[in-house]
């Protein structure tokens, strides 16, 4: 929004450097954008009457244009078309100088002198409109200074607007909350409501709809349109409008004065000259201002005469049938308040976002709708010998009164970090138009309407931060019991997690969470999952149900590019079926690893194919990072994996994923390289396990006693069983138990397999005798044969 500083010292007395100001709008939260002086970089340019355009004899597109400007007469080659006799515009001859440090040379153009040029907005640096010649008003002194004329000398601040403050969209919403700031007095003249002779009666306004419309204004009156006089043209060119005439011009200055839109119905071309306020039916249409047809619903809300015809969508755009023009002698002015949320869905809907649209959706003041209609009529009276009828119609059923909120002088100060009484924070609260009144030792404070972002207590807080400032909030170091900046314990062990990945050799992988359907079912998966309205590309059109197909799609990748041997695992986000009455999908953290290809030679001496017990020992480092205390595998069969090596993983007796090598199929499928192995997990429940409780134990300064055994066991036991079994027999002794061999033949017999541990003892206050080394051994051995059915080979 652009606010000249002269238009701001109407209703404000704002002495201060532009550069001060700016700095006071941003400590308020009117954050100033760019600060612009205009008429800084022009020079020369004077004011010039055209006194005749013919084409160029060279040139389609472009025109000749002789100008008087007061000292004489100059011919130029110019190529707007928006020009003819009697026009006043800009004329920048040979010398003169143009923002951007363009200095105007007398020059020949097609094969025809031009001297000088005539200016557009644009090039006056007033705007990005360049698409025609600005016209200034006929008053203009033919050779003036066009800085003195459009006001150029003034200063323009841009500002960014939040859109929870709809009273900063305007001039006055912008004064007072400067003033307040800078302790200078404000004041908003009330324009007087017309009277009116008695002899026209007012505009039937009937509206239907008093939800979606809960007031209406309608004043009707006679107006001579024309041009506008000099300093509202320029106002609004420096405010960054295009002057139209100065009915319109009227209308657009006060809603950025006061930021109350308004729209000006020619009467004579209204059904019945009143006004009827409904919502449309499916279908029907409207051609808007703007040439465009447009096709409504139920959600839009229209304006339509007295005969039931649409002329306006209502706070978005009027209609084209109605519209205000030079032979116009009776106009119906309308200034109401829209629904915001109403006016928010049409705008949306239609993709047609106007400056009265921006603030009809943040929500005007309801109470200022009659005000800004008196002023646009004293306005009208002004610059087009406007005569309203009379105070006109206003549809206000049930009144919208002030909201009420209790302020507590110590909620202030604890959020704040102020000691502020309640008399300073009232202070605060009446700069800025807010009655208070006192209850004990806080305040009743009474919410206007132009405010209607003020709802809770917190808001009335925020406004006294902004007013008392920012920079003068005691700085203070946080409490000795405070801790700031801590991770929680699951990001803790989140970290550790992904640690203990990258030590083991893994590289962390991000893949997107939009899969396609052959993604899944290429995986082994379902290819079913949640599917997404708007995709990124349509292939990819489902949420991810699990993170391996995008790592084996990643290994594949990497494999299709001379790396065959990679490691990845990927910590992310699968989104499985809402289950009961929950509308929202099943949103869970998984941690998927897949390696492929060979193992590294620095860890085995030689390369080898990875295979299942690569991947478990990955696992087991996770197991360690988070100090699961229960952890266990258990032979089983899932999708995508090899049905005779894979693993269910179980954490506390509940599966949180699997492990195994993944299935050959799926391997032709993606064109992985062989092996590939893998795991998924629920990550999130975890984190969320109970955790080995660690406990010091002083080292043993003793030498510790290693011996090996080998078992003859059942194909099916696994040798995660047969460790437990042997650590249990040597406890308390046993410092651990290490599987180093499997080996498989026809002569141990059908179904079975050799499984060789290496056992390690140590005594914390001795050195274990060879006796006692061999009761363990034999205790081991007992209590693998009776629990596995094992037999010992050695």
């Not at 017309?194 to 239907?208: I, K, L, N, R, Y």
């Not at 209609?319 to 116009?328: D, K, P, Q, Y």
């Not at 000691?419 to 208070?436: N, S, V």
């Not at 004990?440 to 808001?459: C, H, I, S």
Request: aromatic share 4%.
């Amino acid at each position: 929004m652009r606010v000249p500083l002269s238009w701001i010292r109407e209703f404000a007395p704002v002495e201060a450097a532009p550069s001060a100001v700016a700095d006071a709008l941003n400590e308020i939260g009117l954050i100033v954008d760019a600060i612009e002086a205009p008429g800084r970089d022009i020079g020369g340019v004077v004011v010039a009457r055209v006194l005749e355009v013919v084409d160029h004899p060279d040139a389609d597109k472009l025109t000749l244009v002789d100008v008087d400007f007061g000292q004489g007469q100059s011919r130029v080659v110019c190529g707007a078309r928006n020009l003819a006799p009697g026009d006043v515009v800009p004329y920048a001859p040979p010398g003169a100088t143009l923002p951007g440090g363009l200095k105007l040379e007398r020059r020949k153009i097609r094969g025809q002198e031009s001297d000088g040029m005539l200016c557009s907005a644009a090039e006056l640096g007033l705007g990005d409109d360049h698409t025609g010649i600005l016209h200034l008003g006929p008053s203009a002194p033919l050779g003036g200074d066009v800085r003195e004329v459009l006001g150029l000398d003034d200063v323009v601040f841009e500002l960014d607007i939040t859109p929870n403050r709809p009273d900063a969209m305007s001039v006055v919403g912008v004064a007072r909350d400067l003033a307040a700031k800078l302790a200078v007095p404000f004041t908003v003249p009330v324009p007087a409501t017309p009277a009116g002779d008695g002899t026209s009666a007012p505009a039937e306004v009937e509206v239907v709809d008093a939800v979606r419309c809960p007031r209406y204004v309608a004043m009707t009156g006679s107006v001579a349109v024309g041009e506008s006089p000099t300093w509202l043209a320029n106002r609004l060119t420096l405010a960054g409008l295009r002057p139209i005439s100065n009915v319109v011009d009227v209308t657009n200055y006060v809603l950025l004065e006061r930021g109350q839109p308004l729209h000006a119905f020619d009467q004579g071309l209204l059904g019945g000259g009143g006004i009827r306020v409904r919502v449309a039916e499916d279908g029907e249409r409207i051609t808007t201002l703007d040439g465009v047809e447009r096709e409504l619903t139920r959600e839009d809300l229209l304006i339509c005469d007295a005969a039931d015809a649409p002329q306006a969508i209502a706070g978005v755009m009027g209609g084209a049938t109605s519209e205000v023009h030079s032979a116009t002698a009776r106009v119906l002015l309308e200034s109401a308040y829209f629904a915001p949320e109403g006016i928010l869905r049409t705008s949306k809907r239609l993709g047609l976002r106007t400056e009265s649209s921006a603030r009809f959706e943040r929500g005007v003041d309801p109470n200022g709708v009659l005000t800004a209609a008196d002023r646009a009529w004293e306005l009208l009276a002004e610059t087009a010998g406007g005569t309203a009828d009379g105070p006109g119609v206003d549809a206000y059923p049930e009144p919208i009164g002030p909201a009420r909120i209790t302020l507590r002088t110590d909620r202030v100060n604890h959020l704040l970090g102020t000691t502020l009484t309640r008399d300073e924070i009232a202070t605060h609260l009446r700069a800025i138009e807010l009655d208070t009144g006192v209850v004990g030792n806080d305040l009743d404070v009474a919410v206007p309407t132009f405010r209607p972002d003020l709802e809770r207590e917190v808001d009335l807080v925020e406004e006294v931060a902004r007013l008392h400032g920012y920079n003068r909030f005691p700085r203070s170091l946080p409490r000795p019991t405070t801790q700031v900046g801590a991770l929680t314990p699951q990001q803790v062990a989140r970290r550790r997690v992904c640690d203990a990945l990258v030590g083991r050799g893994l590289s962390e992988a991000m893949t997107l969470s939009l899969v396609s359907p052959s993604d899944l079912s290429k995986a082994g998966l379902p290819a079913v999952g949640i599917e997404v309205e708007n995709p990124l590309r349509v292939e990819e059109s489902l949420l991810r149900t699990a993170l391996l197909p995008g790592l084996l799609r990643s290994v594949a990748f990497n494999a299709s590019h001379g790396l065959p041997s990679v490691s990845l695992f990927e910590v992310g986000h699968v989104f499985l079926a809402p289950t009961g009455d929950d509308l929202l999908p099943d949103e869970r953290e998984h941690l998927a690893a897949a390696l492929s290809g060979a193992a590294g030679a620095e860890v085995h001496g030689e390369e080898r194919p990875v295979d299942t017990h690569d991947v478990v020992g990955v696992l087991e480092a996770i197991a360690a990072a988070l100090d699961l205390e229960a952890f266990t595998l258990q032979p089983a069969t899932r999708p995508g994996l090899h049905p005779a090596r894979c693993a269910a993983v179980y954490v506390e007796d509940r599966e949180v994923g699997a492990v195994g090598e993944v299935d050959p199929e799926v391997v032709a499928r993606i064109e992985l390289p062989l092996p590939v192995v893998a795991f998924e997990l629920d990550l999130g429940w975890c984190l969320t396990a109970t955790k080995r409780v660690r406990r010091f134990a002083e080292p043993s300064r003793y030498p510790a006693s290693t011996i090996d055994l080998a078992f003859s066991v059942p194909a099916d036991v696994p040798a995660r069983a047969v460790r437990g079994t042997l650590m249990a027999a040597a406890d308390p002794l046993a410092e651990a138990v290490e599987l180093f061999d499997v080996f498989r033949s026809d002569a141990l017999g059908a179904g079975q397999v050799s499984l060789a541990f290496r056992l390690r003892f140590r005594a914390p206050d001795r050195t274990l005798t060879d006796s006692e080394v061999g009761e363990i051994r034999q205790a081991c051995i007992a209590a693998v044969e009776r629990t596995h059915g094992a037999t010992l080979r050695g």
